[in-house]
């Protein structure tokens, strides 16, 4: 089907079926699944950072610099890249955001019905070891409830902070527990999404665990 033609000659064999499935398996259990849990967590991050940005500011906020070149010109009209194609009338049909962890993203599409635009993961949930926290911080806190207050420089969800730190969503809820009672972070809802920040108190101790100025 995807060749629009007969298969070539190599491919002509009783059991193309079941090579081509032990290849697909081989792929996933090899190259996928050893790294799955953390692309996973990325990927459910990504998802709740986007929808925070709609709800905030719209479709412009959400789309603009998801890929190279896209950006959202109101009116319902949506620019995918920077390539100068014709436009294509997509009303009526279903159009889907796919968070991918390569750098890369795609399009692709089953017309007339779907579409789906991949994007990469962006920022700070692309970065694979997020900054460490200051050894005094650690030191005063634990390193890892440390690790969270450091990343809550910008508002942030539990599903990132488990994304970012690798540490499980149980152990996410108990620091953020510690530091809310402890008046160092505060949070908000954003839409569906709970969001943690950091408070100027915490902005000051952090600064000072690090040898600088406060801001």
Known sequence: MALGGPLPAPLQRPDLTERAADLL????????LPDWPRRQRILEADVVART???SQGGWAAALDGMG?????????RLQINACDYPP??????QLVFVPVTPRQGWVTWDEPHRYAVMYPCAGVLAQADPAPA????????GPARASVLVLLDTPKSTT???ALTGQGLGSVGRHLKVLLDARLVQRGRAGRSVLYYRIPAADTLLAASSGRQPG
């Open 88 to 93: 294509r009338t997509i009303a009526g049909a």
């Open 52 to 54: 925070r940005e709609l």
């Open 68 to 76: 190279p070149g896209m950006r959202w010109l109101g009116e319902g």
């Open 134 to 141: 200051p050894e005094a911080l650690g030191a005063l806190l």
């Open 160 to 162: 990132q902070l488990v």
């Open 25 to 32: 398996e081989w792929v996933w259990t090899q190259t996928v």
